[in-house]
């Protein structure tokens, strides 16, 4: 079981990135009832981005990203994505996919599977 955030990078504040996450060896849906996006900025607890729920498609996303994030599901490639517009020098974190919550949602302790992060840096 193993999750693989991909896509980061360096952008332009006002810039836009597509992050993925891959699952190796099983399919989404085995990761409970959906997976969400968290990040870390430096020196800060890791954050509730968005979650996807594989019932209904319903998304979710924090206050900070609404808006400007969109979180979708490619079942041909097998990847949960993220899609970040107008991007901000704030949003420079490492990003993580996490799967199968037992929990809360947005909270990071909630979720089984964590993919490895990938790297956001947003210039001003």
């Known amino acids: 079981v193993q999750l693989q955030a991909f896509g980061g990078g360096l952008v332009q504040a006002g810039g836009s990135l597509r992050l993925s996450c891959a699952a190796s060896?099983?399919?989404?849906?085995?990761?409970?009832?959906?997976m969400g996006w968290f990040r870390q900025a430096p020196g800060k607890e890791r954050e509730f981005v968005g979650y996807m729920t594989w019932s209904g498609g319903s998304t979710f996303y924090a206050d900070s990203v609404k808006g400007r994030f969109t979180i979708s599901r490619d079942n041909a490639k097998n990847t949960l994505d993220l899609q970040m517009n107008s991007l901000k020098p704030e949003d420079t974190a490492v990003y993580y996919c996490?799967?199968?919550?037992?929990?809360?949602?947005?909270?990071?302790?909630?979720?089984?599977?964590w993919g490895q992060g990938t790297k956001v840096t947003v210039s001003s």
């Open positions: 060896g099983r399919t989404f849906s085995s990761y409970g009832n959906g």
């Open positions: 996490a799967g199968d919550p037992r929990g809360d949602v947005y909270y990071s302790n909630s979720y089984k599977y």
